[in-house]
């Protein structure tokens, strides 16, 4: 079984910025592909950001493109996300998922492992 744990989050000031960590267990994290989805109150999950198993390709949502930035350092079975600009409406829980297939995909039912997730906040 992978665990996936997030950390990072918090309360910004719009315009400011943050950066998510995403650790995972097991000896395969470097196979897999990864991403950041969030769900704000009231709302559906939705993607953020997703990395193939090598970092060589990633894929953004159009909200965060140019404002986030997704990475992993295989080494250290860890995944981030930088946040910089925040606006208030990425305000929401911030979901890290871990997928066997080693590509980065925006579709989350193409991820078999998720973490707890942590809260972003984000005020005026």
């Known amino acids: 079984q992978v665990q996936v744990v997030e950390s990072g989050g918090g309360l910004v000031q719009a315009g400011g910025s943050l950066r998510l960590s995403c650790a995972t267990s097991?000896?395969?994290?470097?196979?897999?592909?990864m991403g950041w989805f969030r769900q704000a109150p009231g709302k559906e999950r939705e993607f953020v950001a997703a990395?193939?198993?090598?970092?060589?390709?990633?894929y953004y949502a159009n909200s965060v493109k140019g404002r986030f930035t997704i990475s992993r350092d295989n080494a250290k079975n860890t995944v981030y996300l930088r946040m910089n600009s925040l606006k208030l409406e990425d305000t929401a829980v911030y979901y890290c998922?871990?997928?066997?297939?080693?590509?980065?995909?925006?579709?989350?039912?193409?991820?078999?492992?998720w973490g707890q997730g942590t809260q972003v906040t984000v005020s005026s």
């Open positions: 097991g000896r395969t994290f470097s196979s897999y592909g």
């Open positions: 998922a871990a997928g066997r297939r080693p590509l980065a995909s925006g579709t989350a039912r193409e991820y078999d492992y």
């Open positions: 990395i193939s198993w090598s970092g060589g390709s990633t």
